[in-house]
């Protein structure tokens, strides 16, 4: 069974730092690409960034460009996303997903929560 | 960026009643291989994203024949045909043609 688990959600300051982390199973891990995505409370689905299956690539929203770095170790199945210079905007539930290239997202992680406030 | 608007539902929908999700976006989905980048999602109460629609029209794995999509290049419709009370939730439409991804703001379904 494909399953994504996401871990190390909390609250933080603003002006901090957090690292969300996806760890899959149930699938060749290393073949797929993997992205991530935050839907803040009561709100829609935000694609934040993607690395590709050998780290060669990654892309990133303009919102946490700069900020936040996904990054993705293949002996582990993990893909980690550091998250920086957090900002109550950045207060939401964050996602990994799995991507079946060019069809879309098949997998998602059930989330977990980052809260950004004094 | 490529701007998605989704279309509101008359909620609440009878069940066992069709329901038609709309959908643009503000450029032509189709790509010059002639598929169409347009996905189809629900998340249930609670839950995480589910693909339904995958290329504008074809149904995603284990998703229920009630499910179809249909459009143009920026025109878009999901239809739900006999809604059932596991249909409840909010559906995104979401383009795959060009980075950033982007979502539409959701369509809420309540059933009756």
């Known amino acids: 069974e494909v399953q994504l688990v996401e871990s190390g959600g909390g609250l933080v300051q603003p002006g901090s730092s957090l690292k969300v982390s996806c760890v899959a199973s149930?699938?060749?891990?290393?073949?797929?690409?993997i992205h991530w995505f935050r839907q803040a409370p009561e709100n829609g689905i935000e694609w934040l960034a993607y690395?590709?299956?050998?780290?060669?690539?990654?892309h990133y929203a303009e919102t946490v460009k700069g900020r936040f770095t996904i990054s993705r170790d293949n002996a582990k199945n993990t893909v980690d996303m550091q998250l920086s210079s957090l900002r109550s905007e950045d207060t939401a539930m964050y996602f990994c997903?799995?991507?079946?290239?060019?069809?879309?997202?098949?997998?998602w992680g059930q989330g977990v929560m980052v809260t950004v406030s004094s | 960026d490529i701007v998605m608007t989704q279309g509101a539902l008359p909620n609440p929908v009878p069940s066992g009643e069709s329901a038609s999700i709309t959908c643009q976006s503000s450029?032509?989905?189709?790509?010059?291989?002639?598929?169409?980048?347009l996905n189809w999602y629900l998340q249930r109460p609670g839950q995480s994203p589910q693909l339904l629609i995958y290329?504008?029209?074809t149904r995603a794995s284990g998703v229920s024949d009630r499910f179809s999509g249909s459009g143009s290049g920026t025109g878009f419709t999901l239809k739900i045909s006999s809604v059932e009370a596991e249909d409840v939730g909010m559906y995104y439409c979401?383009?795959?043609?060009?980075?950033?991804?982007?979502f539409g703001a959701g369509t809420k379904l309540e059933i009756k």
């Open positions: 997903a799995r991507e079946s290239p060019g069809m879309g997202f098949d997998h």
């Open positions: 149930g699938f060749t891990f290393s073949t797929y690409v």
């Open positions: 690395i590709n299956t050998d780290r060669t690539w990654t």
């Open positions: 450029k032509s989905l189709l790509h010059s291989n002639g598929k169409t980048y």
């Open positions: 290329w504008m029209s």
């Open positions: 979401q383009q795959f043609l060009e980075y950033p991804l982007t």
